[in-house]
């Protein structure tokens, strides 16, 4: 493999402004009930130049009323309503088309921000240009119950190639697909419908630049809704019926063929990319088959045998999902 060519693919380097423009995309659908305290984690970080792009997806329940009553007391707001379901995929590329921001970044309808956090995002890719990509740990919560964080998942290895093989080696919930990248990024890398489009996504925004994760929280994730687990999110997007019964092959099948195919990957070398999809494809595999699975197989010999307390640790929830 060949070190980066900068004069490739590099991440543009932004303005160093005081308060660079942040964007901000909550697709929702049906988020009545939950979508006023994901706002109000967003306002509540101060940061003077903000927007946030709401995308109703044709909800049946009264979210259009919640959010236009939002929107008349917060000029930062900007709320639209699909005339018919567009699907997940599709409504997360709406709020993005809609964003003005130097920088942007999704935020799901039911999670929140860390208070303080989006500052030390916009801080950080002000002064770090050759970063595509900066979270803080992520808390999943499941119901009222925190469950595990995500920590210790820095990508800064100097070649794109180890770091897209690092990220598919490490990934287990995908989640830092909703940290702070420079929208130029975001934009580069079309959405597809398919299982672990997030894990794709931060893969090639690893292969564009190096990733942070600060040793904080920064985001809250909820394990519910089409977080649930990788089969209720297959059944959500249609999924046919491998992909929904071995979600991690397919996965690892992606991986291997995204490398080959991608405009992101496509101006490397033949052989070069071949590896890396070997690589990445391998990694997935192990990573899940070969380091978690054996936790999945523990577990249900332990139920087998009548034993009550279950083994936990971060990986043993590795079914639920980061959408």
């Given at each position: 493999?060949?070190?980066d ?90 709020v ?52 595990f ?17 690092r ?24 959405l ?12 090639k ?119």
């Open positions: 493999m060949r070190p060519r900068s004069n490739r693919v590099h991440v543009k380097e932004l303005r160093n402004d005081a308060f660079p423009r942040v964007s901000i995309g909550i697709p929702t659908y049906n988020g009545a009930k939950r979508i006023a305290s994901t706002i109000m984690s967003i306002l509540n970080q101060g940061y003077p130049n903000l927007e946030i792009i709401i995308s109703d997806n044709c909800s049946s329940d009264n979210t259009e009323e919640v959010c236009a009553d939002l929107c008349k007391k917060n000029q930062f707001l900007h709320y639209f309503r699909q005339k018919e379901n567009i699907g997940i995929i599709g409504n997360y590329k709406f993005l088309s809609k964003a003005s921001g130097e920088l942007y970044m999704w935020v799901a309808d039911d999670d929140s921000l860390e208070p303080g956090i989006l500052q030390k995002y916009v801080d950080f890719l002000t002064s770090h240009p050759s970063y595509s990509l900066v979270s803080g740990e992520i808390r999943y919560w499941s119901g009222d119950q925190a469950a964080v995500e920590k210790d998942f820095n990508i800064e290895q100097s070649s794109c190639y180890w770091r897209v093989i990220y598919y080696s490490k990934v287990i919930h995908g989640a830092m697909y909703y940290g702070l990248m420079p929208r130029e990024v975001a934009t580069k890398l079309p597809q419908n398919r299982m672990g489009e997030d894990w794709h996504f931060v893969a925004a690893a292969f564009l630049g190096k990733i942070k994760m600060f040793d904080c929280i920064g985001y809250n994730k909820k394990l519910n809704g089409s977080s649930k687990t990788l089969k209720h999110y297959a059944k959500l997007i249609g999924a046919p019926w491998f992909s929904t019964n071995f979600p991690h092959a397919q996965i690892a099948l992606d991986a291997f063929a995204e490398i080959m195919t991608s405009p992101i990957y496509i101006e490397r070398p033949l052989y070069s990319r071949l590896a890396l999809a070997l690589g990445a494809c391998l990694g997935t595999l192990f990573n899940h088959y070969g380091r978690e699975y054996p936790f999945i197989i523990g577990g249900k010999i332990r139920r087998l045998f009548g034993f009550k307390k279950k083994l936990r640790t971060p990986n043993s929830l590795k079914e639920e999902w980061a959408w």
